[in-house]
Nanobody, 115 residues
Framework: QVQLVESGGGLVQAGGSLRLSCAAS????????LGWYRQAPWKQRELVAT???????NYADSVKGRFTISRDNAKNTVYLQMNSLKPEDTAVYYC?????????WGQGTQVTVSS
């Protein structure tokens, strides 16, 4: 099993920045990729960004150029640097670990962007 603990959410004004962190523990050797997803009220959970064990990244079109995903393998931690935040980025952000047949999720961290 994999355990994921997110941190770094909060309230920020439009145009501001936040950095989310997700610390992984447990069977981390089995993780193929780590990612960030978000879910706004009354909407489905959507992909924000992913990063594979080799460092390849993928971003949703809505965050390209503003968000950066990175990982520190020594700390078993994945980060999401969010710049130029917009009110539409308001959501609960979830960390995800892809271990092939299974996926694990963190508890989520709230990001609120005020206009």
């Amino acid at each position: 099993q994999v355990q994921l603990v997110e941190s770094g959410g909060g309230l920020v004004q439009a145009g501001g920045s936040l950095r989310l962190s997700c610390a992984a523990s447990g069977s981390i050797h089995s993780i193929n990729a780590l990612g960030w997803y978000r879910q706004a009220p009354w909407k489905q959970r959507e992909l924000v960004a992913t990063i594979t064990s080799s460092g390849s990244t993928n971003y949703a079109d809505s965050v390209k150029g503003r968000f950066t995903i990175s990982r520190d393998n020594a700390k078993n931690t994945v980060y999401l640097q969010m710049n130029s935040l917009k009110p539409e980025d308001t959501a609960v952000y979830y960390c995800d670990a892809d271990v092939g047949a299974l996926r694990y999720w963190g508890q989520g961290t709230q990001v609120t962007v005020s206009s």
